[in-house]
């Protein structure tokens, strides 16, 4: 049965994957790199909207740097790349927690607790920070390490609505010992109404957030 | 270590202090013309073509560098008291002054003189647009007002649509105290766009260099305000913006919240009711 579950989703896995990259993407942690180890990931995407006339996610990006504490802890610094190109800083810093190991169906648990900062130049008015946390369920499919994951990122302000909320499937695919190429799709907000909003959001199912798509390429050393 | 890392961060303040790219461009959506007010172009827009020529007059001004057009439209002769008041008139985002002539049409009247001008992009008006460029515009706009020695320069009224409401409030909080504001269909700030469209509370700054606050600038407003807004506006929404402006505004201050109006359509939804208002605000403030 599992072996099943593994064929379709690896047949599946380039097909999604290809439509993914067409339509444009974004990333998280899925597992530990382990002790004393690092990584640097370039992610982009967001919500599928129209810009240019062109159908595509936003193209927010973050370069990202982990470094594995011990087995169990990374801790991660992001620089949020397209926030520089608007003349802005924009950071985030937190830790991934492995919770629990994959056993049969049950999957590896994971959670990220993390701090996001902004800030625009000569502004200081403008420093905003948002504390978020993911919980992130993964099943490694095979021994090289391709592995499916989801969960839900949630994402706190002082303001209404407090919470911002988006759930998320995602692949993982490596490229070598090294390399790493990750796909999400997520549905952002699904618990807000995403009628009459200034941006027009292209896909809302059920007339609620909007979803979007994120690809990431990671390099471990 | 230490000294990458303070290097690190000095390089990222070094990129920070230069925006390559903003989102301004997406605030605006001027159409270029060849030639203003032919009848052609207006009819989509329902004008009546009830304003005499010889009451039009085409103005152009020097705003940045660039000329932007304008037209001074006397007021109703027949209206001997409205026709001392002038109403500055900055209109929306899109297009230019041949699709808000119809507005020009409903206050000339009512009675009153209007001037209203294409932003820079807009129209025939040189340039682009931008939120230097449209404070600019409005500011050369005012003056010209403000020279005709055929006005009261006391009973000059600012009104802003949508996107103009920014340019009216600048005017008002921060150029000169105008006898009245009227703001119809008003977003709140670049803030509460942000916020509208990515719910988190963002700063308008880390997008655009426009320093679009309507929320900010009304508290400074000394004189009387009318704010319109459509309760089925779908595109500033009116319980997401509205109250942001109208809890800060300082009284004196009038509403018309109107049940079933979207976002361009107060004057023909309401029809007389439109026109009582607005005269009757501005005689109360304004001619009294």
Same mark, same amino acid.
């Given at each position: ?97 492995? $919770? %629990? ?6 999957? @590896?648990? =994971? ?7 902004? &800030?625009?130049? !000569? ?44 759930? $998320? %499937? ?6 070598? @010992?090294? =390399? ?7 549905? &952002?907000?699904? !618990? ?30 | ?288």
């Amino acid at each position: 049965m599992i072996k099943i579950a593994k064929v379709i989703i690896l047949v599946c896995l380039p097909i999604i994957s290809f439509l993914e990259i067409v339509s444009c993407g974004t990333v998280t942690s899925v597992r530990p790199i382990g002790k004393g180890r690092s990584a640097i990931t370039f992610s982009s995407g967001g919500p599928v909207t129209t810009i240019f006339d062109i159908k595509m996610p936003i193209p927010y990006s973050v370069l990202r740097y982990r470094k594995g504490l011990n087995n169990n802890i990374d801790f991660h610094l992001g620089l949020h790349t397209t926030m520089l190109v608007l003349g802005n800083i924009g950071l985030d810093a937190g830790v991934t927690k492995h $919770l %629990i190991s994959q056993s049969g169906w049950r999957p @590896a648990l =994971l959670t990220e607790l993390s701090l996001y900062g902004l &800030y625009h130049m !000569n502004e200081f008015s403008s420093i905003k920070a948002f504390p978020a946390m993911s919980v992130i369920a993964s099943y490694q499919l095979t021994n090289k390490g391709h592995a499916l994951y989801f969960g839900i990122q949630g994402m706190a302000q002082y303001t209404d609505p407090y919470l911002v909320f988006s759930t $998320l %499937i995602g692949f993982e695919v490596p490229l070598g @010992a090294r =390399l790493q190429f990750n796909l999400e799709t997520k549905w &952002y907000a699904p !618990n807000e109404a995403s009628e009459n909003r200034v941006v027009d959001y292209e896909i809302k199912p059920f007339d609620y957030g909007a979803v979007g798509f994120v690809w990431g390429i990671s390099y471990k050393f | 270590m230490k000294t990458k890392i303070i290097l690190f961060i000095g390089f990222l303040f070094a990129l920070s202090c230069t925006r390559f790219y903003s989102l301004d461009g997406f605030l605006f959506e001027p159409e270029k013309i060849d030639e203003y007010l032919r009848p052609k172009d207006l009819k989509e827009w329902h004008v009546r073509f009830i304003i005499p020529d010889s009451l039009i007059e085409p103005v152009t001004l020097a705003s940045m560098g660039n000329k932007i057009y304008g037209f001074f439209v006397k007021g109703n002769p027949d209206s001997i008291t409205n026709n001392q008041v002038t109403i500055l008139y900055c209109h929306g985002n899109s297009e230019n002054i041949n699709r808000y002539w119809v507005r020009v049409e409903y206050l000339w009247e009512m009675g009153y003189n209007v001037f209203i001008f294409d932003y820079q992009g807009y129209g025939k008006s040189e340039g682009s647009p931008s939120g230097e460029a449209l404070f600019s515009d409005g500011n050369e706009a005012l003056y010209y007002v403000q020279a005709r020695i055929d006005i009261d320069t006391s009973k000059i009224v600012f009104y802003g649509w949508s996107l103009g409401s920014y340019i009216a409030t600048y005017l008002a909080a921060d150029v000169y105290h105008s006898a009245a504001l009227v703001l119809e269909a008003a977003p709140a700030s670049i803030n509460a766009l942000l916020r509208d469209s990515g719910l988190l509370d963002l700063h308008g700054s880390y997008v655009a260099e426009a320093d679009f606050d309507n929320v900010k600038r009304i508290a400074n407003i000394e004189c009387p305000l009318l704010m319109m807004h459509g309760k089925k506006d779908d595109f500033v929404v009116f319980e997401r913006h509205a109250p942001l402006i109208w809890d800060k505004a300082v009284a004196p201050k009038d509403s018309l919240w109107v049940d079933e109006a979207v976002h361009d359509n107060i004057p023909e939804l309401l029809g007389n009711l439109y026109y009582e208002k607005l005269i009757t605000f501005i005689n109360e403030y304004v001619l009294d």
